[in-house]
């Protein structure tokens, strides 16, 4: 009997370990597989409504792991953000977006391409200063890129992160706030944030069609961005009727797997040569 009361806390154990294992695996192969090519980024289409063209596409990254498999950014993500690693990642999407991009722009595509941030990449002197070098060296980066934060990283240390978005509105990028809904922001600091976009989190945006009050939520969101000269994204757009929805309470761009999921760079091109329903 004494053993039978024992078993569940060993198999508790055991699954801790396992987990442990997998992160100190994930930290360790991080570097190589940005190397090696394991890790990659995919694009995903942002629809003008208003121009029903896209001109801006996201960046998100991916790892097909050799032996563990797809392993979702969520979660390496936050385990290089925990182990000090994050900015050798975000150095690395940033440099490969914006060689995509000007592949992209040599062939005539031009494609503003938004990267991911993390709430380290601003509080992190190297990380800003490289951008400025990048720009010095490369001027057009300005135009090519765009960066998203999210609400609940603006909200972390607001003075700081106003003050970094400040930085970065000043090298000429374009800012988006992720997100938006989900990080409690609140309205004195909306108000002061340098940014061009809000992006509705696709929590409120999945219903709105057939919600009423996800419907009033985004509405509101909208006419608030609208106020303060902001375009507004919503995200997580997988119906034609959430985009006709969405075209009637006056959002500016949509995003979602109705258009597309994202896709690796070759594969966007052919979508682009297509029309956009
Ligand atoms: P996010 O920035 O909010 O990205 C939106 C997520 O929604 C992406 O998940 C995207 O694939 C997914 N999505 C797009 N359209 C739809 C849709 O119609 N329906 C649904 N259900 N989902 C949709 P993903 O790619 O798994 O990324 C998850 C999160 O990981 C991102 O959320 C972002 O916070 C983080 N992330 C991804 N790439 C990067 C990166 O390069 N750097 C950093 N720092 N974070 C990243
Ligand atoms: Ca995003
Ligand atoms: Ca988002
Ligand atoms: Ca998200």
Redesign the pocket.
């Known amino acids: 009997l004494a053993k039978h009361d024992n078993l569940p806390l060993f198999i508790y154990h055991q699954g801790l370990d396992e987990s442990h294992r997998r992160e100190l695996q994930l930290i360790q192969d991080l570097r190589p597989a940005l190397e090696n090519g394991d890790i990659f980024?995919?694009y995903?289409p942002k629809v003008s409504l208003a121009a029903g063209n896209c001109q801006h596409a996201?960046?998100?990254?991916?790892w097909q792991h050799a032996e563990l498999g797809f392993v979702?950014?969520?979660e390496f993500?936050r385990l290089?953000?925990h182990s000090g690693n994050?900015s050798m990642?975000?150095r690395w999407?940033v440099r490969t977006?914006l060689a995509q991009a000007g592949v992209w722009w040599q062939r005539g595509i031009r494609m503003r391409v938004a990267?991911?941030?993390?709430i380290h990449?601003l509080s992190e002197p190297t990380f800003m200063r490289e951008l400025a070098d990048t720009l010095r060296e490369h001027p057009e980066a300005a135009q090519y890129l765009s960066f998203?934060v999210?609400e609940s990283m603006v909200m972390s240390d607001a003075e700081q992160v106003i003050k970094a978005l400040q930085q970065l509105r000043d090298m000429g990028f374009s800012l988006a706030i992720?997100?938006f809904g989900t990080g409690h922001s609140s309205l004195a600091y909306l108000k002061r944030l340098p940014v061009d976009e809000l992006?509705i989190?696709?929590a409120f945006?999945?219903n709105v069609n057939n919600d009423a009050k996800d419907a009033m939520i985004v509405s509101a969101a909208i006419q608030l961005g609208h106020a303060m000269n902001m375009k507004i994204t919503a995200?997580?757009?997988?119906t034609a009727e959430g985009v006709t929805a969405l075209k009637q309470l006056g959002c500016d761009v949509v995003?979602?797997?109705?258009?597309s999921?994202?896709i690796r760079a070759a594969d966007f091109e052919q979508w682009l040569e297509k029309p956009i329903q």
């Open positions: 980024l995919v995903q996201e960046a998100l990254i991916r979702p950014p969520d993500i290089a953000e994050i990642v975000s999407v977006a990267v991911n941030l993390s990449d998203e999210t992720d997100d992006k989190d696709k945006v999945q995200e997580g757009v997988e995003q979602g797997y109705y258009f999921r994202p």
